[in-house]
């Protein structure tokens, strides 16, 4: 059995087709210099690896099949490139090692496209080595793609700001990226069904704080399409909508307002722990079950007409057992 520093020595030189030092090994694992020939001695055991011009490198297999780009195709790959390392919200280590793999390839026919290509890598990795967010990020990534290739649920801990941390379990259906409205950011989420219900959420993975593969396993529909988007304003001419405000008790009593239609909640965090929360929600006897449904975590600060309205509803209620 591999160790794992060795095991780290093998996805290393496999993400660095090109080879690498023994210096540039040794600071990248973390380790002293001296120590990496007994990893390569024990990795040599597994793979076939050698040392070329005091570079490091995997001997390629004759069954490796090696892309051939044209070079209009090998342009087009790195100006695509560019733009997706420069608006990743957060570097993939595996986004690299793809780069230089390909890169590899295109030293032949397209030289100055590949050293571009492989200097985008470097930076990836530089960016990696700079952000802690970004290696706990990729390790929760890792273990959604996990669950998603091997069709397990995987349960995880959310943790939106002002609010306790939210644990559900989720069946990944895709994992992606989502436009938003706001500020134009297209954050990295995973679209899935929640648990013991029919209910599909799309999650920003970067709220997400704990990921953990449960050995329960599920399907994903043939049918179902790639993100449930929150509903969009032109679908809300038909309906009556209200700018409704809420006095927020406990986050979780959010989760009743998913199957009414309403805009992007705006909250305002309140001095007792508390949360104001602002939306235009339908104007529809399911917007009033599900107050009903929160008890008392929720109060409706306005409209005060739909207040008004709401009070009167209970009165009927009430009316009918006393």
Known sequence: MKGERVAQLELLLHSHPEGLRRAEIARRLGVHRSTISRYVDELKQYIDIYEENNLIKIKNREEDESIALSVY?????????????????????????????????????????????????????????????????????EVLIDSWVSGRIVRIVQSLKGFDPIETELAPYFIGFREEDSGGRNPISVTGRLRHTTEIVTIDISTITSATILNETYTIPDNLKPFKFPESEERYESIDMIPLSLKIKERSAMNVFRSVVHGTPVFEKQSDGSQICNMDVENSIELYLRIIQCGDSVEILGPESFRKKFCKLLNKILALYQ
């Open 73 to 141: 195709e090998s342009l087009a790959f790195n100006l695509s490139a560019e733009m997706l390392a420069s608006s990743t919200e957060f570097q993939n280590p595996h986004l690299a090692s793809g780069l230089r793999k390909i890169a590899m390839n295109m030293r032949s026919y397209a030289p100055k496209i590949s050293e571009n290509v492989i200097g985008l890598a470097e930076q990836i990795d530089k960016q990696l080595q700079e952000k802690k967010e970004s290696s706990k990020f990729n390790a929760i990534l």
